[in-house]
């Protein structure tokens, strides 16, 4: 039987520290601020934009929701992006993905101010990932990354296989594994083979986006498993990247879901937006 990572239990011990972090911040004069833009009425987005609101509450920060119609144009969201931009009260700002069809995440991504983008999406940014000198870390991954660490594990030497290449999980999961000396491989829907690939590894991580994609079969036994993975199968019925019931078996280690690495994601955007008030006070 594995060792549940328990996200949430994590992710509630880190923003406990985030907050005396804020009161301490408060002192010397810093009011740190999130600005939260959701466009449109995806029911999964709003879930998180409330998730992240709450989080702000927790540990006494600002945030500001903008929350637009699905008809808004490109111009209208960037105009509002460069007024964030311009407002000292805004530390940090996200735009909630996915947008609307008619509308360049791209484009949107791009007018952050690369020293308020908590997400960590701005090609500065992404570039600063590469070198490993960066400022913010994006989310998930970070999330990922403190969860292994609070869970005593070392990657150093570790093989570890990342299933999934998107620009916000996997690809930059890749890089952090690698910062810590992991030896890391990126697979994806073209790779051949999968199972032979996933099974040799020590730690690994399922970012795919299919329900339970992973099966006990994919697994080396006594793996790390993470599982990136938010899937709504029934209106109340959540399930993860990994088929639970059969890893769980053979790993030492995994995520649950939900309460695994969605709380810890959650966290690191708190802790990026304590980190852009930081880079942008102006004392
Ligand atoms: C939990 C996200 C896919 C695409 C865009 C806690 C969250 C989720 C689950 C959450 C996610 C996923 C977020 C749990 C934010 C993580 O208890 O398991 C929190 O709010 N997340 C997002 O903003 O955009 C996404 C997943």
Redesign the pocket.
Known sequence: MAMILN??EVSARIKDELRDEVKAMKARGIEPGLAVILVGDDP??A???R??KLACEYIRINSFEYILPKETSEAELIELIQKLNNDSSVSGILC??PLPEHISEEAVINAIDPKKDVDAFHPVNVGKIMTGNYDFVPC?PAGVMELIKESGIDVAGKECVVVGRSN?VGKPMAMLLLHQHGTVTICHSRTKELAEKTRCADILIAAVGIPEFIKGDMIKPGAVVIDVG?NRIAPKK?VGDVEFDTAEKLAAAITP???????M??AMLMKNTLKAAELNKTC
């Not at 879901?257 to 709380?263: C, I, L, R, T």
């Open positions: 996200g949430k999964a987005s879930v998180y934009v998730n992240k909630q993905l998930t916000i938010i959540l879901v939900p309460g695994g690495v969605g709380p994601t959650i």
